[in-house]
């Protein structure tokens, strides 16, 4: 069953969130003595032939993961949003959370990977000139599941994301469905109105700007529709995967239309999905609300 909901009142995990992200900081200053069941944070980088330059990640690895040295975990990818970069489950305190999920056994346990991308949308840009999709796809998630112990197969991986990141998931999910099982996004950068979006007005000049470097100066429409996951949703085969997408009703972008868009294309076409426009802005009190709920979704596919 689809669907799309529109609910009432905050969820109160964000007076949690910040509890955690104080927490985090204050840890951040204690000497690594604890017991080896404890969920941890590596950042490292990947050599890039495509991109010609190594690509900075952070990996989210579970409490087990030390533990039991011959266990392989499934993996989601988690794609952050513009003017953020891999290090956004560390200062996000979003690592804290997941820890707690963990802690309290409401989500099983799997590797988080947060590739740092810069302002590249998650795709190869219009002048060919970053091909960032083609790293992610050829480099980054075969070099990814060789360096850490990841559990093989489709029904193993699964792609998430905020903003930007929800823009580069649904893309990446949509384009290459054989390498994903799930998909998940809140508040993704889906435009459904791209001239209206970039009109020449202060607030569409900065935008221009911003979506210029990947889709072109002033940016190209036939581009930007050829990768909208709007597009995509309409023409690919999404058989057996899982997709779920949340909005806030008041996003400062507009971006709740383009969610309620693509909800209505994959209505139309009869494709199973979960979608939500909640109460929220678009802000990291929305995204940290909403953040357990993606993870779960994909914690009951990894586990069931």
């Known amino acids: 069953m689809t669907s799309l909901s529109r609910r009432l009142g905050h969820c109160s995990l964000f007076s949690r969130f ?10 951040l200053h204690v000497p690594q003595f604890v017991s080896a069941a404890t969920a941890r944070i590596e ?10 330059h190594p690509i900075n990640y952070c990996m989210v690895l579970p409490p087990n993961y030390d533990a039991d040295k011959t266990r392989k975990f499934p993996i989601l990818y988690f794609l952050h949003g513009l003017g953020d970069n891999e290090q956004m489950f560390i200062h996000g305190g979003a690592f804290n959370l997941a820890q707690d999920l963990w802690e309290r056994g409401q989500i099983g346990e799997f590797l988080i990977a947060t590739p740092n991308a810069d302002a590249t949308f998650y795709i190869n840009s219009r002048d060919g000139k970053v091909r960032y999709e083609d790293f992610l796809v050829q480099e980054f998630l075969p070099g990814i599941e060789a360096r850490y112990r990841v559990a093989p197969g ?8 905020v903003s930007m990141g929800g823009y580069g998931a ?7 469905a054989q390498l994903f099982s799930a998909v ?17 007005t202060p607030a569409g000049g900065v935008r221009s700007r911003v979506l210029g470097g990947v889709f072109g100066s002033p ?24 997709i779920y997408f ?6 400062d972008f507009g971006f709740e239309s383009g969610a309620t868009a693509l909800d209505k294309i994959l209505d139309s ?13 678009h802000d990291w009190q929305y995204f940290a609300e909403h953040l357990p709920a993606s993870l779960e979704f994909h914690s009951r596919l990894f586990h069931r």
């Open 219 to 242: 940016p190209d429409p036939v581009f930007w529709d050829r990768n909208s996951p709007l597009t995509l949703a309409r023409t690919t085969n999404l058989s057996g995967l899982k």
């Open 184 to 200: 998940s996004a809140h508040s993704p950068a889906i435009i459904d109105k791209l001239p209206a979006f970039t009109a020449p």
């Open 154 to 161: 489709r029904e193993n991986r699964g792609v998430a994301g």
């Open 43 to 52: 950042c490292n980088s990947l050599p890039s032939k495509i991109l010609a």
């Open 269 to 281: 076409r009869h494709i199973p999905h979960e979608a939500h426009i909640y109460p929220g802005r």
């Open 170 to 176: 649904l893309h990446l999910a949509f384009r290459h």
């Open 18 to 27: 910040s509890f955690y992200l104080l927490g985090f900081l204050c840890l």
């Open 246 to 251: 949340d909005c806030g009703d008041q996003d």
